[in-house]
């Protein structure tokens, strides 16, 4: 890209988040990324090892305005059956200033925990997720 303008920098507070199809509007931020796993392969007549990309690894992390009782109710429910809780998210980020939007879809989704309980006197209720990933797909990009 030649050039932009500063009102074409996407900005945050256009994003949005589904969890299973429900849409989330107390979403503060939503984060996923892909790590790369790698080895080290020995080589001769050179003194720096390659690297061989063996895995892929996605996490990510939500935080959102405490309003209900939601996330914990869908997590408990399944852990109490003796279910592994899995979920599909989807990111939405569109600025209406920027030069359009994006759209992620992240599938078998695992929350790190859940949350029955987190207060303090004081202070405006928050949730904050860390989970992992099976798989994505770039739905809109920019």
Known sequence: MEGFLADNVINGNWGEMWFNSQYMAEVISLKAELN?????????????????????????EFKLHKVSSFIMKQVSEAL???????FTIISKLADPDSFGG????????????????????RKNGEESYSF????????DSI
């Open 80 to 86: 109490k059956q003796g279910k592994s809780p899995t």
């Open 36 to 60: 790369i796993k790698y080895e080290a392969v020995t080589r001769t007549r050179h003194l720096i090892d390659g690297q061989k990309m063996t895995g892929i690894e996605g996490k990510g």
């Open 132 to 139: 992992t990933f099976e798989d994505w797909e770039i739905l």
């Open 102 to 121: 994006e759209r992620i879809a992240l599938y078998g989704c695992k929350l790190d925990k859940s949350i029955l309980a987190d207060w303090e006197a």
